[in-house]
Every structure is written in C-alpha cells, then in structure tokens.
C-alpha cells in the first residue's frame, strides 16, 4: 500500500535562517507531488506542484522554492525564513497521468513557527 | 478567477440535527469539485467527489452548475461527525498534475 510521510513534524525557526521540508512516497511511482501550506483563517493554498523529477511549477511567487530530486521525494526549501512563512506545510501525492478527477492523498504535515 | 467559498467558519449543530455545509466555486470551465475532511488528529482526507456521485459516512453533495454550489450534506449529525471540512476545486480538467484550491475550510462541530 502507499504511505506518505513528511518530516520534521514540528519546527521552531528563527527569521533569517535556512529551511528544508522533506516529503517522501513509498509503494507508488511517478506520482504527481504537492506542497501547500495552511495558514490560519486562510485555507489550505497550493505552493507547488511536480509531475516528475526535476519538474517543477509553482503555483505562488515567495521566498520558498522546492525541488524533486527522485522520483518520490519532494522538498521544500527556503534560503531565508520570513515571519509570514508561518504555517501547517502538507504535502499530497496523486496517481500519475489521469485527469483531475484524481484523488490526492495527504501526508501528516509539518508544522513550521518562525520567530 | 477560480475560487471556492466556504461562507461559515463554524457550524454547530445537535445531533440527530440535519447538515448543510456550504460551498460555492467560480470557475469558467466544466468542474471537478472535492470535499475533503480532516478529524482531530488525523491527516487531510478525502470525503467525497462529485464525480462519483456517491455518499460517504451517510453525506451526499450535488453539483449545481446553476448556482456554482456544490454544498455537503447529512440529513442526521452524528458527534463522529465533528471535524474540519474543506470544499476543494480541481481546474486543470484532464491535465496531468492537477492540483486542487481550497475553501478555508468549515469546522463541524455536533454535540449531544
């Protein structure tokens, strides 16, 4: 079966410093990978989105940027953390190469907290 | 723009009460609409597509195309029910990758 997991669970960051968000997949290949991120009274937003490894695209222009480098690990990074990078980042992953009716499965997120 | 709109931050019901959780979308093309939930403590999941015109844990949601809604719901709340419902839209119909926007998302919460 698939299972998704992200990494850390919990992060406490000072503004400034550096950030790396880790997301794997197992028991699936070439998944279509997500990231977005919740932040509060807002609603869950799309960061980016990858259909294979090194594709990219993102979705919201910002500090953060994210890389695939296999095939089912995706990352989420940032040179410099902002206040406003302050949020509950959850990666998703779909079946490749269907159309939108996919279901897109979640994994337990990453709850990030610059100060 | 695409959007989708939860009007209700939170609602409260009884149970055994009926459920309506509101969910309209603009978007100029032919959609593909979600509802995910999310139960204390567990990971964002999905409910119930449209596409599949099926009912889940006793909820149901139709696709009006006339008023762009595609509201949720249960015509008797259980206290399981209680949880964080995110009506979801999917604009890139038959292209690989697609992604979903979200509405903020509506607490459900059912008491006794």
């Known amino acids: 079966s698939q299972t998704i997991h992200q990494w850390p669970a919990t992060l406490v960051q000072p503004v400034g410093s550096p950030l790396s968000l880790e997301c794997t997949v197992e028991?699936?290949?070439?998944?279509?990978l997500y990231w977005y991120r919740q932040a509060a009274g807002r609603g869950l937003q799309l960061l980016f989105y990858?259909?294979?490894?090194?594709?990219i695209s993102s979705e919201v222009p910002q500090n953060l940027s994210a890389s695939r480098p296999q095939d089912r690990q995706f990352i989420l990074s940032s040179k410099k953390l902002l206040l406003s990078d302050s949020g509950f980042y959850l990666c998703a992953w779909s079946v490749a190469g269907t159309s939108g009716k996919e279901t897109q499965y979640f994994g337990p997120g990453t709850r990030l907290l610059v100060l | 723009a695409q959007r989708v709109t939860q009007p209700e931050k939170l609602l409260s019901v009884f149970k055994g009460a009926p459920v309506e959780l509101k969910c309209n979308y603009s978007?100029?093309?032919?959609?593909?609409l979600f509802w995910y939930v999310q139960y204390s403590r567990q990971r964002l999941q999905l409910l119930l597509r449209?596409?599949s015109r099926e009912s889940i844990k006793g909820f149901t949601a139709d696709l009006n195309k006339g008023e762009t809604s595609f509201h949720l719901k249960k015509p008797f709340a259980q206290e399981e029910d209680s949880a964080m419902y995110y009506c979801a839209l999917s604009p890139r119909f038959n292209q690989a990758g697609t992604a979903l926007i979200f509405g903020k998302g509506t607490t459900l919460s059912v008491s006794s």
């Open positions: 978007y100029s093309g032919s959609p593909e």
């Open positions: 028991g699936t290949s070439n998944p279509n």
């Open positions: 449209h596409i």
């Open positions: 990858s259909v294979g490894i090194g594709q």
